[in-house]
Nanobody, 120 residues
Framework: QVQLVESGGGLVQAGGSLRLSCAASGSIYSINAMGWFRQAPGKQRVLVAQIISSDTPNYADSVKGRFTIYRDNAKNTVYLQMNSLEPGDTGVYYC??????????????WGQGTQVTVSS
């Protein structure tokens, strides 16, 4: 089985920085994509950033220029460097990964979530 373990959330003032990490472990043949979603109370879970197997990143418009997603493929770990944080960035951040476990087997996995709170 595959597990995603997140860390790095916390409380920070506006303008500050945090770095989230998510490590995948278990039976992994290949990772097609890894990314980060954010969910605020009472709101839909939305994509913040993702990076595919080619290491090409994709960002939500609201975080472009402030957040950077990158991978350490040897460690099956994805990071989200968050700079110039704003109160609107507040929410629970969930790590996501689409993993191929066999020739014809692909599954989606989610981390446990980590709280990010940005105060004004």
């Amino acid at each position: 089985q595959v597990q995603l373990v997140e860390s790095g959330g916390g409380l920070v003032q506006a303008g500050g920085s945090l770095r989230l990490s998510c490590a995948a472990s278990g039976s992994i043949y290949s990772i097609n994509a890894m990314g980060w979603f954010r969910q605020a109370p009472g709101k839909q879970r939305v994509l913040v950033a993702q990076i595919i197997s080619s290491d090409t990143p994709n960002y939500a418009d609201s975080v472009k220029g402030r957040f950077t997603i990158y991978r350490d493929n040897a460690k099956n770990t994805v990071y989200l460097q968050m700079n110039s944080l704003e109160p609107g960035d507040t929410g629970v951040y969930y790590c996501y990964s689409r993993i191929r476990s066999g020739v014809l087997a692909i599954s989606d996995y989610w981390g446990q979530g980590t709280q990010v709170t940005v105060s004004s």
